[in-house]
């Protein structure tokens, strides 16, 4: 079957898809649905020549007829709480298939507010903001999950506000059938506030399509340190975007760790808009047999004195792949602008595969950006130096593996996530007998 037939096909499927969402329900955000919807028709669905979607091979995602979730899915309370992590049991949202349940939340004490993103579009300014990006939209699945949204929840922090302790924020995805769920987030963060949020995507069964949406709007000198757990059913499908404008002095530190899917997707575009502002994004990632793991990142450097780093780091086994493909633009008049890109890739068998695709572009005069970016195996002479001290050869190997990962793991701030990564995604390694 050819490229345009899928690409047509899959198009005709999701549009007839939303027919019937349109037939079952009065949307609350219909006019954000229909705005995104024709966003999707004019983008159309990706073909394997489409420079966003290079290293990715839709074609089984095209060919999969997805439903709606008829009855949102029902999940045991102890599952829940198998996946709060300590310190977060009184600060959780929980969202079950997409939509944000309330009854299995706690968010007594969390000194912020919680809004429904339908009830939140009568602020002006921010429906202004969601319906301009939804209308310039570049990815189709975000467009896709916008015109897909049923509801989502819009989480507000006041100026001078830093709430205590983190968020966990967690995302249950029910299957058995294949179904797309659609998570809606937005963040706005005021003046000098702060905020600590821990996300997890997990699922209860295989099948489902998570095509998570997200916006962090931070205003001057707000903080937020975020971490995102990928750990869905192997045989899912896992998209994010998400988008994070940084005003005057602010800062978003994110990490992120991925034990991959059928095809895992994570859209990252940030815009460092006034002077001061600083980002920090640090991935890992553990892939075996034929689960995947791209990332696509685009970073707008808008003004002078700000800072971007990036250090991505991905461990490939079996027939797993994994691509980065990052850009960071750096505009004029962006002066004293610091920026630096790198990823590095452990292959362990030889029938995995990885793409790096780091880039820049400079269009300022006085600045310091550098990226690089590697691919490589264990590093024989190590090797063979633990294997002197009287480790085993699976010993030495399986050392060396796991601390090529920790260098990123040990970076994230919530031991308690920590110590989940090295249990969960780390254990893989082990499995594997690498």
């Known amino acids: 079957m050819s490229d345009a037939l899928v690409e047509s096909s899959a198009e005709s499927a999701f549009l007839d898809l939303h027919k019937k969402l349109i037939e079952k329900e009065s949307p609350a955000l219909a006019e954000l649905q229909q705005v995104a919807l024709n966003r999707f028709e004019l983008l159309g669905f990706p073909h394997s020549r489409h420079e966003m979607y290079t290293y990715l091979n839709t074609k089984e995602l095209a060919d999969t007829a997805f439903g709606l979730a008829e009855d949102f899915g029902r999940v045991s309370e102890d599952f829940i709480a198998s996946h709060i992590y300590p310190g977060c049991e009184h ?4 969202f079950i298939d997409g939509i944000f349940n309330s009854d299995l939340s706690k968010f007594d004490g969390l000194n912020a507010t919680l809004i429904p993103l339908s009830e939140a579009m009568q602020d002006l300014q921010l429906k202004k903001y969601l319906l301009e990006t939804a209308e310039n939209e570049n990815d189709v699945f975000a467009s896709l999950s916008s015109a897909f949204s049923r509801e989502g929840l819009v989480i507000k922090v006041g100026d001078n506000t830093q709430v205590s302790g983190p968020v ?4 249950i995805s029910t299957g058995g059938s294949p179904v797309m769920h659609t998570p809606r987030l937005v963040w706005q963060l005021g003046k000098l506030s702060e905020v600590k949020v821990i996300e997890k995507f997990v699922g209860t069964e295989k099948g489902y399509f998570s095509n998570s949406v997200q916006d962090w709007l931070l205003e001057e000198g707000a903080g937020v340190c975020f971490t995102q ?3 869905d059913v192997t045989d899912s499908w896992h998209f994010s975007k998400t988008r994070v404008q940084l005003d005057r002095n602010s800062r978003f530190y994110s990490s992120n760790a991925s034990s991959g899917t059928r095809l895992t997707r994570h859209h990252f575009e940030a815009r460092l808009k006034d002077e001061g502002a600083e980002l920090r994004l640090n991935g890992v990632s553990v892939l075996d047999d034929k689960e995947q793991v791209h990332n696509f990142i685009r ?6 004195q700000c800072i971007s780093h990036q ?8 027939h797993a792949r994994s691509s980065f493909d990052g850009t960071v633009i750096v505009n004029q008049g ?3 602008t610091s920026s630096d890109q790198l990823i590095n890739n452990l292959m362990l068998s030889n029938d995995c595969h990885a793409d790096n695709k780091p880039n820049l572009m400079i269009f300022a005069d006085d600045v310091k950006c550098t990226h690089g970016a590697t ?8 090797w063979f130096y633990l294997q002197t001290r009287g480790l085993s050869a699976k010993a030495a190997k399986e050392l060396l593996t796991r601390s090529f990962a920790k260098s990123i793991i040990d970076t994230i701030e919530f031991p308690e996530v920590v110590s989940d990564l090295n249990s969960t995604l780390l254990k893989k390694l082990e499995v594997r007998n690498v």
Not at 168 to 171: A, K
Not at 311 to 318: E, S
């Open 229 to 231: 757990v990928q750990a």
């Open 168 to 171: 966990q924020v967690l995302f």
């Open 299 to 304: 970073i707008h450097h808008e003004a002078p």
């Open 375 to 382: 691919i490589g195996q264990i590093d024989e002479e190590q």
């Open 334 to 336: 962006a002066q004293l």
């Open 311 to 318: 250090h991505f780091k991905n461990i490939v086994n079996g």
């Open 91 to 94: 600060q959780c949202l929980v």
